[in-house]
């Protein structure tokens, strides 16, 4: 579960959990991971935003 994070001037969008195919195309190798769900900004974050949002 995601906590609940008020943050009005930066929207945030849920990536739900689930299962990635991986890929290192100089070994030619794949494999599966399994990522928890988690935030991502709606659109870019400036460095001056990600510094007042964590600090």
């Given at each position: 579960?995601i906590p609940d994070i008020n943050i009005p001037?930066l929207p945030m969008v849920e990536i739900p959990?689930?299962?990635?195919?991986?890929?290192?195309?100089?070994?030619?190798?794949?494999?599966?991971?399994?990522?928890?769900?988690?935030?991502?900004?709606?659109?870019?974050?400036?460095?001056?935003?990600?510094?007042?949002?964590?600090?």
């Amino acid at each position: 579960m995601i906590p609940d994070i008020n943050i009005p001037s930066l929207p945030m969008v849920e990536i739900p959990q689930g299962k990635i195919e991986l890929r290192d195309d100089r070994t030619k190798q794949g494999w599966t991971v399994e990522i928890a769900s988690f935030l991502l900004a709606q659109f870019p974050v400036t460095q001056a935003e990600y510094v007042a949002v964590t600090n």
